[in-house]
């Protein structure tokens, strides 16, 4: 008996050496990947920084962001958002070139994505083309709001501080935090993971952890600090609850399978299927949404005539604080 016990916790032993090793594995290539990830967005901002001028065409400025991802060993997180004035997120452009141009006066959100093998880092900065004497800080008050805010960000941290500290910045900048939308956490194939990273001290929070990634996002407004859904729709995400549907299109089972096997879990844009689908990408995707298996991505919006300014980085949290990625 005692002999049998001996081989037992011998074996015990064996597989918590494996499962130990197997770890730090997996923790290893975690952060090799979000390392490579966050190099490559930050080629990216300077890359396309330039290109951001009065008179840029959108659709060919998100093309170039998108191609150089691609060259530079990345693959997209999501697609690239570029959202003007009132505009706070969720804008690529469509499947045609809808001659979106950069206007005088414009103040525009650039908002990427890169991963590697899941491993996702976020980031975005604004632009001004705008002199009024109103809008001469609302760049700087998303800015100085990302920087204190990633100060406080450590382990035991509830996200709720966070959020109190976002609002205190902003609103002394006379501006809003838009309390729709904020940072959040990012876990691997998931660009918005369980936990928030809230815009106003009364909103919920979550406790940081070490090893976990945040995006660190902050909006200010000219407006009251609150978005609507409008009409349009660029992007879609796969619903990962969704069971087995039936479906009635011969494309939409195409187009399914090759969200499955390409995107996963991420946001994909529809123009990125017009690539890979000559005809009925439009009616298939409108098949999938009704059935439940897509989620829609609206562009979201503050009312007519308001402004919103946006930064974002993302960090890894560590031991003692953070590490910032992009």
Do not use: C
Not at 160 to 186: A, S, T, Y
Request: aromatic residues 8%.
């Amino acid at each position: 008996m005692n002999e049998i016990n001996k081989l037992k916790n011998q074996s015990d032993q064996g597989s918590s050496k494996e499962e130990a090793e197997t770890k730090a594995e997996e923790k290893k290539f975690k952060l090799e990947s979000l390392n490579k990830a966050g190099k490559i967005a930050q080629e990216v901002k300077k890359f396309i920084r330039p290109q951001v001028e009065v008179g840029t065409n959108v659709f060919n400025l998100i093309k170039s962001a998108e191609a150089k991802i691609i060259e530079l060993g990345g693959e997209w997180a999501f697609p690239i958002n570029v959202s003007i004035n009132n505009t706070a997120a969720h804008y690529t452009s469509p499947i045609k070139d809808d001659e979106l141009t950069i206007n005088e006066g414009d103040i525009v959100k650039i908002d990427l994505g890169v991963h590697i093998e899941g491993y996702i880092v976020d980031t975005a900065f604004t632009i001004s083309f705008n002199d009024e004497k109103s809008l001469e800080n609302i760049i700087q008050a998303t800015e100085v709001a990302l920087e204190a805010v990633k100060m406080l960000a450590k382990p035991k941290v509830n996200t709720k501080e966070l959020g109190k500290k976002i609002e205190d910045i902003v609103k002394g900048f006379k501006f809003n935090p838009i309390k729709e939308l904020g940072g959040h956490q990012i876990e691997r194939w998931m660009v918005h993971g369980k936990k928030q990273l809230p815009e106003l001290g009364n909103q919920g929070g979550d406790v940081m952890e070490e090893g976990e990634v945040f995006a660190i996002e902050i909006f200010a407004s000219t407006g009251e600090g609150s978005v609507h859904n409008t009409n349009a729709s660029y992007i879609y995400e796969l619903n990962p609850y969704a069971g087995r549907v039936p479906l009635r299109r011969k494309t939409s089972k195409q187009i399914l399978g090759h969200i499955n096997k390409n995107y996963k879990t991420l946001p994909f844009a529809e123009r990125w299927l017009a690539k890979d689908f000559r005809m009925g990408v439009v009616f298939g995707l409108q098949e999938l949404i009704q059935q439940g298996k897509i989620q829609v991505h609206y562009v979201l919006a503050e009312q007519k005539g308001e402004f919103v300014a946006q930064s974002e980085e993302t960090i890894l949290i560590t031991e003692d604080g953070f590490k910032q990625l992009t």
